[in-house]
């Protein structure tokens, strides 16, 4: 073709770089999978959201009935439920 | 020219032979499987062992269970029990029992009545084989939401835009004292509460699941037909037919379709065993799930397990057809309303205040 | 069946030989197959949950990019449509490359709708005959015949014209009967497939963003912007590159068309922010989330102000005739941003803010994992990789570069 030691040189050059990528691609595959491993990290994630969701909810009073309030609901209740509608 | 025919020819005899050998072992691999099938099902149990627990080619290759005959559906039927058998360790039977007829099931929840207590969550995971580590799928959803008493003052009446002051007295044009969520909405809404105890004073709860809606929009967009409404007014999925697009996901205007994203967990111990093949039958990874009225029960005469665990009997199940159920007596006296009817799905699932 | 193989044979090996500058985009796109493959055999052995979707946001990234690719593909037919209806015959001579445009993101796109899908392997129960199909009920269905009708339209568009000039039998002037009605149904096909995509989403009525008349009009607007734009780089970089001759004036016609695009664009976005904030109901929701962001989950917003500011941007940009000339620097720079622009609306604006409110009141953000990102990494990357060695090929014969007579030396000459 053009020059021998060029096209030699061009070549080892382009193989070179085809090295690197896959090398490169590799890494990064190591990366990922390190990343998206399962065991370890999934119950970090899960009780991480749920300590975050827990702070969230309980910044809610939570407020409980007292028995008055209770019973009173409690008739409220029965006495619709006994009530028809017309 | 008359050679590229000759060739043509040939090639065609040699593709009409390959379909020929291809059909010969499909029927005779089918018909095998068929034999083994029936002689192995009594047996299933003592010669159960894990290859036995893999999907296998026919039935990655079976159809529409809707449009199967009823020796294919029998054959189907052995391979499932065969493969739960073997998985789970359980005699597993799934029932194919058709919908009965005339009836037409609706259900009725009492919003007055439900404490929040979320016994119907759980008895639902255990009738119905959902999966439980990992993914958690849950098909019915609380909704713990405001009372909308909490956020009246005095001192808020001339909060909002614009401010007073650059209007003079013409007042603020939005804004005020009731400009929060109150009562029924699901804006402010909390499905993932964790009370210790329940009912919380100044809230009330609304469980959603599948509303089994007259005109549902998730079988409407599946492309394949696997999610169908049955004669008995069910929304059903046939699993084995779902590609796990999701359009009826996209569809659903209740948010209770539920998708398995990985392969579902499922404790052998807390597996149930009698399934039903468009019901509570383990689902495998990439399908869609939703309840379905608790087919496997329902179809037998019986409630389904939410309505059974509910402490405080706020909900009614049954057949509408039958003016003596329940659900047709809640719906004579009682203040009852569709969730979210302005779709026009026409659910089945009717909220009341008893 | 001689000259389809040395078609064949003669186009590929054109297509892989290039300088180096070629050769690193080649080994660009390498790089990203590569690690794609990994995160491919992941995600088909262990399933969706991979990705970022959940049921509250149940489409993921590749749903949002193939909406991206039915933009390109719909607007690849603005090339071929000119030069038939106008007869402007130095478009027409460019034709093909629309027709290869639009055939490689038809087929990007159901590759992305492959990765969506739960159950890949379950695709023969989409196939008439053997499966079953929901016509006339499911969107899904439609879009699934169209962009394959459409991909085999392209196909044969492409392949008879590159085929024809290679064997030198090529006249435009006595074209075969059937092909100049495949061309017309191709290009009014391209904007349906776009129109009926924007159907699958807005046939949806609890999606509230998305169940609204003018989807399909931002759409084919959007499409009409990122698909010239797309074009307008690959023209600049054949006429570069190669010996293609493509005039200003082509260039200044895909140009015109974006700026008219982007124009009706900003139309579509003012009237869809203006019908759902002035009144401001519960429909307004999804738009506040995105626009304002909601209880502190403001993910979308600089992400929604930064693309509709670049968009808009871009179209008051190309109203200056100094910018539209400028072919060597800004007009790259702003096909370039307009390109990206629509690309990332799609999963940032369009898609995943869309879907909170949940009908059960949630509000919540998408999160992109790695394993999902380097699949649409890898799927583009394959796209890229085959629009790159098509055209090239395209360009060698269009060209005269690579015909049928020019036999190698070791080939012994036929009588």
């Known amino acids: ?86 | 020219m008359s050679e590229e025919n000759n060739v043509k020819m040939e090639e065609s005899a040699d593709l009409d032979k390959g379909r020929r050998d291809f059909l010969k072992y499909v029927c005779t691999s089918s018909a095998a499987a068929l034999v083994v099938a029936s002689e192995s099902s009594a047996a299933a149990v003592e010669a159960a062992d894990d290859s036995d627990a893999e999907m296998t080619v026919t039935e990655f290759f079976q159809g529409h269970f809707v449009l199967m005959s009823d020796e294919e559906k029998k054959q189907a039927i052995a391979r499932l029990e065969k493969r739960y058998t073997a998985k789970y360790g359980k005699k597993t039977t799934v029932s194919d029992v058709a919908a009965p007829e005339g009836v037409l099931f609706g259900y009725a929840l009492d919003i007055s009545k439900c404490i929040g207590c979320r016994r119907c969550v759980h008895a639902c995971v255990e009738e119905n084989n959902q999966s439980r580590e990992g993914s958690v799928i849950q098909w019915i959803q609380v909704m713990k939401i405001p009372k909308g008493n909490l956020s009246f003052s005095a001192d808020k009446l001339e909060n909002g835009y614009p401010e007073k002051s650059q209007f003079g007295d013409y007042g603020v044009q939005v804004g005020g004292n009731a400009y929060s969520p109150a009562g029924l909405t699901t804006e402010g809404a909390q499905s993932y509460y964790q009370d210790e105890t329940v009912p919380d004073k100044d809230f009330f709860y609304m469980p959603v699941q599948c509303q089994q809606c007259e005109k549902p929009p998730c079988v409407k967009a599946c492309p394949v037909r696997a999610t169908f409404r049955d004669h008995a007014g069910v929304v059903l999925i046939d699993y084995n037919w779902c590609i796990g697009c999701r359009m009826c996901q996209l569809a659903c205007p209740y948010q209770a379709r539920r998708f398995n994203w990985g392969e579902p967990s499922l404790p052998a111990e807390e597996m149930n065993p009698k399934t039903h093949y468009f019901g509570n039958r383990p689902r495998m990874r990439g399908v869609m799930e939703k309840c379905t009225f608790c087919v496997q029960r329902t179809r037998e005469g019986r409630n389904p397990a939410c309505l059974e665990a509910c402490p405080v009997g706020a909900r009614k199940f049954g057949n509408l057809l039958d003016p003596e159920s329940d659900v047709r007596k809640v719906l004579a006296t009682k203040r009852v309303f569709r969730f979210k009817e302005e779709y026009g799905t026409y659910p089945k699932f009717f909220y009341y205040i008893g | 069946m001689k000259k389809a193989w040395s078609f064949a044979k003669d186009t590929s090996l054109y297509a892989i030989k290039g300088g180096t500058i070629f050769y690193a985009w080649l080994l660009f796109l390498f790089f990203f197959i590569l690690v794609g493959s990994y995160t491919s055999y992941r995600q088909f052995t262990e399933g969706l949950i991979l990705t970022g979707a959940t049921d509250q946001i149940t489409l993921e990234m590749f749903f949002a990019n193939f909406v991206f690719t039915a933009h390109v593909a719909a607007a690849a037919v603005l090339v071929v449509a000119p030069g038939y209806f106008y007869h402007r015959k130095d478009i027409k001579e460019l034709a093909v490359i629309g027709e290869i445009i639009a055939m490689v993101f038809v087929a990007t796109g159901i590759t992305f709708i492959l990765y969506h899908m739960g159950r890949p392997d379950r695709l023969f129960h989409m196939m008439p005959g053997i499966g079953f199909l929901n016509f006339p009920n499911s969107m899904l269905v439609y879009d699934t015949i169209v962009l394959n009708v459409y991909l085999f339209l392209n196909l044969i568009g492409v392949l008879y014209i590159l085929y024809n000039k290679y064997v030198g039998q090529f006249d435009s002037k006595h074209l075969a009967r059937w092909f100049t009605p495949i061309v017309y149904l191709a290009i009014a096909w391209g904007p349906l497939i776009h129109i009926v995509t924007a159907f699958v989403l807005a046939s949806n009525a609890r999606m509230e963003p998305w169940a609204t008349a003018v989807l399909p009009f931002g759409f084919l607007s959007m499409a009409g912007a990122s698909g010239p734009a797309l074009i307008i780089l690959i023209f600049l970089l054949a006429r570069k590159y190669s010996k293609l001759e493509i005039n200003d004036s082509i260039i200044d016609l895909l140009t015109t068309i974006i700026a008219w695009s982007l124009g009706i664009l900003t139309l579509v976005f003012a009237s869809e922010m203006f019908s759902v904030l002035y009144s401001s109901t519960e429909h307004a929701d999804s738009l506040k989330y995105t626009m304002f962001g909601h209880n502190g989950l403001n993910m979308y917003v600089p992400w929604f102000w930064g693309d509709i500011g670049t968009l808009i941007g871009c179209f008051i940009a190309l109203l200056f005739p100094g910018i539209r000339r400028s072919y060597n620097f800004w007009l790259p720079i702003v096909c370039f941003l307009v390109f990206f622009g629509v690309l990332v609306e799609k999963p940032m604006v369009l898609v995943f803010p869309a879907f909170s409110p949940s009908p059960l009141g949630e509000y919540t953000e998408y999160h992109v994992t790695l394993i999902e990102f380097f699949n649409v990494l890898f799927i583009w990357a394959i796209a890229f990789l085959w629009l790159t060695l098509i055209i090239k090929g395209a360009i060698g014969i269009l060209t005269g570069e690579v015909r049928y007579h020019k036999s190698s030396p070791h080939k012994v000459e036929q009588s």
């Open chain 1, 1 to 86: 073709m053009i020059d021998n030691k060029n096209s030699r040189r061009s070549f080892l050059g382009k193989a070179a770089a085809a090295v690197g990528v896959i090398a490169a691609a590799g890494y990064v595959k190591t990366l990922i999978s390190g990343a998206a491993s399962p065991t370890a990290g999934v119950a970090e994630k899960y009780t991480n959201d749920a300590t975050q969701q827990e702070k969230a909810l309980m910044e809610n009073r939570l407020v409980i009935m007292t028995d008055a309030e209770k019973t009173q609901r409690l008739d409220e209740l029965l006495n619709c439920h006994y009530k028809e509608l017309s």
